[in-house]
């Protein structure tokens, strides 16, 4: 009880999360929810929902209930049930709404890979960071952080609803709710297996966060995989890419995208100073990122993170098994 009392006071104490950017039409029947991102606070993925035959296709269902609560709006909107969930990956920023659309859509199936059971099994990325949690949120006042490892605590403790209902395997032409879409399966490049979308009526690409902006995310990386991954896409004919964080990009950004990846990723395996690493993956996207002396220095900072992250295991994500 008393811990319960404590958590109440810490959510009245915490700031109001601020609501997810108006859903936009990128394409006849194809809408994408950004998130706002909030000080403090982890991030939330785009969600791109389809309006399918069958109901609405919601592709990634956010951290916050600031994103679902958008996603249902949506849904309620346009009075359509949620008939599928859709999850690029694993990682909680694009899935940790799974449950509670569940919850508003029972019948809703999630499509995806089995790459969770990995990180929920025993000494798995997802598990060995909830017993490092728990610890933290013992010895944690500040009232936002403990929010967040809240919604951490609460999304594993409902994890089967990360699992999938619809094992996705392969890459092939598949209906979702009536709807045909090209899906395709990686191995191992974000996480062990992602999931990306190609549209071909729209000619869009929703491709995760095998394209997140402003820097990449390689907690549970194996980067050769990755930018393997980054030329698949770059082969198919999409005019417009969805990334998992980001605003929609044009041919010509995506390639700006995946040739500074690929030149990143050089860069961390030479003998090359992290910080000029850093600089320029920085100068690389600077296109994607705007020209403010502030953002770069912090673009460059986090890929100083990186640089240090990979280096410390030969060039890849210590989760990574990839020879």
Known sequence: MALMLLLITALLQAPALTPAEPPVEI??????????????????????????????????TGRHTTQTDAI???????????????????????????????????DARV??????????????????????????????????????????????????????????????????AGRALDVRVTDKAVSDADVWLFDAPSKVAVIGDLVTVPVPYFETACPDRWKASLDEVWATPFETAIPGHGRPMTRVQFDVYRQSFGAFVSCVRSDTAPAQCAAGWADGVRTLIGDDPGRQKAVAANAVYYVGYLRSNGGKAPDCTAQ
């Not at 394409?27 to 609405?56: E, K, S, Y």
């Not at 359509?80 to 508003?104: E, F």
């Not at 610890?135 to 919604?151: G, H």
């Open 72 to 106: 249902l709006a949506f849904a309620q909107d346009r009075k359509r049930p949620i008939a599928a969930i859709v999850n690029t990956h694993w990682h909680l920023d694009h899935s940790s709404g799974n449950g509670r659309l569940k919850a508003a859509y029972p």
């Open 111 to 176: 499509y995806t890979t089995d790459a969770i059971d990995k990180v929920l099994a025993p000494g798995g990325f997802l598990a060995r960071n909830l017993e490092s949690t728990k610890q933290m949120l013992a010895s944690t006042a500040d009232a936002v952080r403990r929010e967040e490892m809240q919604i951490f605590i609460a999304t594993m403790a409902a994890s089967d609803g990360l699992k999938p209902d619809v094992l996705l395997t392969r890459s092939a032409s598949t209906k979702i």
């Open 27 to 60: 394409a006849p029947g194809m809408f994408l929810i950004r998130p706002v991102a909030m000080p403090g606070r982890g991030p939330d993925g785009n969600t791109v929902i389809f309006d399918a035959p069958g109901g609405l296709i919601v592709v990634d």
